[in-house]
């Protein structure tokens, strides 16, 4: 598993495009459990924001997985509700 910014989608993609020439990458990973870093402690719906969504496009689109972990039920829940 590989991090990339999920809401910087350029550096995300460029990320990926040299992620996936290593037959060892499988998928990406997102913590969410940072609860220091803003971006998740004020917004339980962070992962629907539109560049976060067009990232996970860009890692669907690569056929990777992406796995979410972290203690915020409300995320995942947005997360499994969007799918």
């Known amino acids: 598993m590989g991090w990339v910014p999920l809401d910087r989608t ?5 990320a990926l495009e040299l992620f996936v020439k290593n037959p060892y990458f499988k998928g990406v990973r997102n913590l969410t459990h940072d609860y220091t870093n803003p971006k998740y402690e004020s917004d ?3 992962i629907l924001r539109p560049e976060v969504l067009k990232t ?3 890692v669907e689109s ?4 992406f ?5 915020k039920f409300r995320t995942h829940f947005y997360c499994a509700d969007s799918c």
């Open 10 to 14: 350029n550096e995300a993609s460029a």
């Open 44 to 46: 339980d719906k962070w």
């Open 56 to 58: 996970l496009a860009l």
């Open 62 to 65: 690569a056929r990777v997985s």
């Open 67 to 71: 796995g979410l972990c972290g203690g």
